[in-house]
Structures are given as structure tokens and as C-alpha cells.
């Protein structure tokens, strides 16, 4: 949705990054009573619910110690086991208030999105808009905000937002930006850990996966690890970590043959390789150790998306 961007004859389009200031801390609890009334839960269920999120009591830290317990009048813990899931309701909510209001002649879908009625994607408190680039479109998904705002306590903040433009002329650009006064971004931009970019990826923009990699070796190296330790991790740490990746972006060889080294280093002390890696990189049946091979992986997980795509084409 955001790989056309980087063009100048394009239609106009928009996507704004929206940051919420302190998500879990504003939620207002009359807003979140409602919500949990509106999906019809038991009264008792809402009570005992209600009992637990509103009997929280705070405590200041001074100089490393704890004083005073302070009763809170609004929000959900953090840690608290129950939070993400009222959170998620709280902001299904917001859901169901774009798609009501983005449901008039007056919004324009962003053209990519248009076929599958896409306005936005939310995880959690990470939220992106998306519309046509015209100021009808933009100011209906603003007014959402601002109505999503007064009834949950759940405000925009401005300096942490961003909003990304292609194709729109340089006289509507500058009302678009005072009427969201949201600074203008640029790609690529980090959503959900990962760079969202309107060209192909350089091996830079893959710096925050082995800067990652390289951080967690280098915490493991201080330890005495035995060798089948130092395989477990990465076995079980390290391609954990590579899996998030793998299954979105084709990883470039120059990144690929990085990790290797990193991996290759830390598995065997810093010494020589007695074996080669990609004799390492089978199943223990045919002599390996086990650990998968990041291209062939790689290609596994781009082709299961592919094939989703083919199975469900009428989906996200």
C-alpha cells in the first residue's frame, strides 16, 4: 500500500501514522463500561471486570523508594493480563467508527486499498490511516479521531504522528498538513518493528534485524556457554528472531551472508570452522545440526504468503 510513494506521477494518496499518547494509561473507564455493555457481556461479568480495572492504586518512586498510594481515575494497568484484551475491545471500537464514517460518497479509498475497503490497519495502540489524498478524505478520518477521542479519552499525539503523501498537488499538501498538524514523514518508517518502504529495501534498512542479532550475541558471548548451548540459542533465540522478517521481506544476499558470519562466530568461539555452514545448515538425519537455512527458509515463507493470497484472494 505504501510501495508507490516514491513516485511523482501518481494519483494522490495518504496514509497517516497515528501515535496515541499514553494508550493504555487514558482509557476512560465509563468509555470502557459501555463498550463492554455494547457487546452484551452479563452485567455480573461487567462488574467483576469493572471492580478489578477500577480499584488500582498507585505509588511514587523517591529516590528508590516507593511512597504514598494514590487511587487511579482512568486506564489500564500495565502488565496486567486482562489489559491487552479490554484494550483491543476499547479500540474495536474505533473500528467500527471509521468504517461508519468512511462509509459516505464524500471519502475516497487510497487506490490499493480500494478493492478490499481497506481505511486502516491497527495492532495493539500502532494505527495507520489510509485514504485518497483529497481533503474531503483526509478531514473524515481526522473528525474520526477527534470523535474516537472524546468518548475514550484516547488522544493523537501530534509530535510523535506522521503523515506520508504521494501525488498530491503542493497548494493541498499545506492545507492537508495544517488541518492534521501532523509533521510530513518519510519512507521508510518503522511500523510494527519492521520498515515500511516505497522502494526496495537496502541492506541499511536491515540494519535493525542484525543490529538485534549482533545484541543478543554479544550478551550471550560474556557467558560461559557450553557448545550445544551456544546451537540452542540459536536455534531457538536467533531464528526466532530472523522468522519475524523472513515471512515479509526477501532477505538481500549481502544480509543473509551477515548473519551467517555472526552466527558462525559465535557457535564456534570465535575460532575456525572445522565444518562448513552449509553442511551445518541440514537435519540431523542427514548429518547436520539442525538449523535452518535463512535463504531456503526464506523462499518457504514468501511462497506460503503467496499461496494464501491464492487461496483467499478476496481478503487482507
Excluded at 172 to 184: G, N
Excluded at 252 to 271: D, G, M, P, T
Amino acid at each position: 500500500m505504501v510501495r508507490q510513494y516514491s513516485r511523482k506521477r501518481i494519483s494522490p494518496r495518504c496514509t497517516i501514522n497515528v501515535d496515541l499518547r499514553k494508550a493504555f494509561d487514558s482509557v476512560s473507564w465509563t468509555f470502557l463500561s459501555r463498550v463492554l455493555h455494547g457487546y452484551d457481556f452479563s452485567p455480573i461479568f461487567i462488574s467483576w471486570i469493572m471492580e478489578c480495572v477500577s480499584t488500582t492504586s498507585f505509588s511514587v518512586a523517591l529516590n528508590g523508594s516507593l511512597h504514598g498510594l494514590f487511587p487511579g481515575k482512568k486506564g489500564l494497568r500495565q502488565g496486567d493480563p486482562m489489559s491487552p484484551a479490554l484494550f483491543v475491545l476499547c479500540m474495536e471500537y474505533f473500528s467500527r467508527l471509521i468504517k461508519r464514517n468512511t462509509s459516505n460518497s464524500d471519502f475516497n479509498f487510497q487506490p490499493k486499498c480500494e478493492k478490499l475497503k481497506i481505511t486502516h490497519l491497527l495492532f495493539a495502540d500502532d494505527l495507520m490511516l489510509f485514504s485518497r489524498g483529497d481533503l474531503p478524505s483526509i478531514h473524515i478520518l481526522i473528525e474520526c479521531l477527534q470523535e474516537f477521542r472524546d468518548v475514550s479519552g484516547l488522544a493523537v499525539n501530534t509530535a510523535k504522528s506522521n503523515i506520508f503523501t504521494a501525488g498530491i498537488q503542493d497548494d493541498i499538501l499545506d492545507e492537508v498538513l495544517a488541518m492534521t498538524e501532523f509533521a510530513r514523514g518519510h519512507m521508510p518508517v518503522r511500523y510494527l518493528g519492521i520498515p515500511l518502504a516505497a522502494q526496495r529495501l537496502s541492506f541499511t534498512d536491515y540494519s535493525p534485524l542484525v543490529d538485534q542479532i549482533a545484541g543478543c550475541i554479544h550478551k550471550w558471548i560474556a557467558k560461559s556457554l557450553s557448545f550445544a548451548g551456544r546451537l540452542e540459542l540459536i536455534r531457538s533465540i536467533i531464528q526466532g528472531v530472523e522468522c519475524f522478517w523472513l515471512q515479509i521481506f526477501p532477505l538481500l544476499v549481502a544480509v543473509i551472508e551477515k548473519i551467517h558470519r555472526l552466527c558462525r562466530a559465535f557457535l564456534w568461539n570465535s575460532k575456525r570452522a572445522p565444518v562448513a555452514w552449509e553442511d551445518i545448515c541440514h537435519l540431523k538425519e542427514e548429518s547436520g545440526l539442525g538449523i535452518r537455512h535463512i535463504q531456503s527458509w526464506n523462499d518457504a515463507l514468501l511462497a506460503r504468503v503467496l499461496w494464501n493470497i491464492h487461496c483467499k484472494a478476496d481478503t487482507l
